[in-house]
């Protein structure tokens, strides 16, 4: 099992890592051609959010591993420090936008995104929040959920992009909010149930 847990978290580094490098890093040429007539208006905002959650993404796999864990408990923690942070950042920005930027799309999309950001902010918080009470079981859980929705990023473009959205979802209008949705709802609620299943009490 342990063996299982450590080739699943570098597996979720390594499709990060590339997430990152393929999507996130493009927009180092920081122009108007890069960020388009859609983000550039509100380019900070973007930024702020692709920096949060990039961190995010990287960070987190490290995280929830018990070997580095228990070996680097004040790295552990700072790292802890950053992914929050991190997240703050990202989901602030990504609010931000989901009521300007993607207003540009439909009304769909401006809550699509929103509803997506808002439990990224909660999810975390939370988890600080147990750390805070020294509840060291819930901590583990809302930092799990908190990764699974940072993830939710990810799986989007998947998603979106994939022909099986597309041929059935011709327009952006409407696959759009459908991946966003699919990409953190579905995820997280089979996260619950495997959170729960083994709990006794």
């Known amino acids: 099992m342990k063996y299982l847990k450590t080739i ?18 493009p927009y180092a040429n920081f122009s108007i051609e890069q960020f388009g007539n859609y983000y550039w208006p509100n ?9 949060g959650g990039m961190t995010a993404l990287l960070i987190g796999p490290i995280q929830f591993s018990n070997t580095f864990r228990n070996r680097y408990i004040k790295t552990h923690r700072n790292l802890g420090k950053v992914y929050i942070i991190a997240i703050i950042i990202g989901s602030l920005c990504a609010m931000y936008m989901s009521f300007t930027v993607a207003k540009q799309v439909n009304t769909a999309w401006c809550i699509a995104l929103f509803f997506l950001a808002l439990p990224w902010l909660i999810s975390v918080l939370m988890a600080y929040r147990m750390i805070r009470l020294k509840r060291i079981p819930q901590h583990k859980e809302w930092m799990i959920r908190s990764y699974v929705i940072t993830f939710a990023f990810v799986l989007f473009r998947f998603l979106d992009e994939s022909s099986l959205a597309q041929s059935i979802m011709k327009t952006f209008e409407e696959r759009g909010p459908t991946c966003i949705w699919l990409a953190w709802a579905v995820p997280l609620f089979l996260t619950e149930v495997f959170l729960q299943w083994n709990k006794k009490k």
Do not use: N, Q
Request: no cysteine.
């Open 8 to 25: 699943f978290l570098i597996i979720l580094s390594v499709i990060a890592l590339y997430y990152i490098i393929d999507r996130a890093f």
């Open 43 to 51: 380019r900070w905002w973007l930024v702020g959010h692709l920096l």
